[in-house]
């Protein structure tokens, strides 16, 4: 299983940007799509979590500003980002626990939001 996210870039402070994760791979088995982030310096932070079905958690710290989806291509989720704030800026990983496997992570990508 592989996971490719993309989308990031430079964007000023308010203004928005909109992550793709797409899981590939025969036959893989998750209850769910993650996003977190890391910024410099800092832990990774889980940003929103999102299940095969039922209700989307966020982080505190992006609750109102980002949306998380499911796109209709199975394992293919999206992370809209509106009203970025610099302390967004960061590297956003998708992740997934499959079932045989574990832990996966994508290879990242950089969201800098200048002030």
């Known amino acids: 299983v592989q996971l490719q996210a993309s989308g990031g870039g430079l964007v000023q402070a308010g203004g928005s940007l909109r992550l793709s994760c797409s899981a590939s791979g025969t036959h893989f088995r998750v209850n769910g799509i993650d996003w977190y982030r890391q910024a410099p310096g800092k832990q990774r932070e889980l940003v929103a979590s999102?299940?095969?079905?039922?209700?989307?958690q966020y982080a505190d710290s992006v609750k109102g500003r980002f949306t998380a989806s499911r796109g209709n291509a199975k394992g293919t989720v999206y992370l809209q980002m509106n009203n970025l704030k610099p302390e967004d800026t960061a590297v956003y990983y998708c992740y997934v626990d499959e079932l045989t496997y574990g832990d996966i992570w994508g290879q990242g990508t950089l969201v800098t939001v200048s002030s």
């Open positions: 999102i299940p095969n079905s039922g209700r989307i």
